[in-house]
């Protein structure tokens, strides 16, 4: 059963929480008003959601428009070094008649020694597990037995499973994308852009350069076009 709870307390909470400036005794505050209420849980995904869109806003008006890349020249050298060797082998001189024979026979040569040429054998390599994505933060996390219990600050390889009973846990991929996901839930990371959501709750926060985010479900697949689902 949901408590009432102080919109005002539980904002000055969660913003505390963005800005890293959250003691002890008030992490305990936000654990109990968000364990005793879903609507101060709802409304603190939101709050986290707004906040992480609002800095990555900011860093791309930072970046600024990219610079017009400078002329080359190469391109106009090139064409002169062209026409200087055209005007040589056009000169009725026996060097150069002795250049314009040898030189094709000299490509032609070579060509042949590469096509001979034994390829190497490479030795076989173990290629190593791809890093797809990181715990950031948890919250009155309880998880399964099924595999090792996650830390804060862990990576999560392609493949890896996670079994959540219950609590919050925000992570970060590889592409930029933020998931927080609401227990129960069994989640799995298929690659560096897809997770696979058996069951529970799951928010995302992707950012434009990680646009095509897909969250894979048992009946439907979820694929981002640049919004917040």
């Known amino acids: 059963m949901s408590h009432p709870f102080d919109q005002k307390e539980l904002m000055d909470l969660v913003d505390a929480v963005c800005r890293d400036a959250l003691d002890h005794d008030s992490w305990i505050r936000l654990e109990e008003l968000l364990l005793a209420n879903r609507d101060a849980r709802a409304m603190y995904r939101r709050y986290v959601n707004s906040h992480i869109g609002l800095k990555q806003y900011l860093a791309t008006r930072e970046v600024g428009p990219p610079q017009k890349p400078a002329k080359s020249p190469v391109l106009g050298m090139l064409g002169t070094g062209v026409q200087r060797v055209v005007d040589f082998c056009w000169s009725a001189t026996p060097f150069s008649i002795l250049v314009a024979v040898g030189l094709p026979l000299v490509c032609v040569l070579l060509l042949v020694i590469q096509v001979r040429r034994p390829e190497p054998i490479q030795n076989a390599t173990v290629s190593a597990p791809v890093r797809v994505a990181r715990l950031n933060r948890t919250l009155d996390c309880e998880w399964t037995d099924e595999a090792p219990t996650p830390v804060v600050g862990e ?3 392609t493949d890896r499973h996670i079994g959540l009973v219950r609590g919050l846990a925000e992570m970060t991929m590889a592409d930029g994308t933020t998931v927080i996901v609401e227990g ?4 799995r990371f298929r690659s560096p852009r897809e997770v696979s959501l058996k069951s529970g709750k799951l928010t995302a926060q992707v950012p434009k350069r ?9 009946r439907v697949s979820v694929v981002d076009l ?3 689902f």
Do not use: N
Not at 184 to 187: G, I, M
């Open 226 to 228: 640049g919004t917040e």
């Open 184 to 187: 129960p839930a069994t989640l």
């Open 155 to 157: 990576s999560f390889a």
């Open 210 to 218: 990680a646009r095509g985010f897909t969250v894979m479900t048992p």
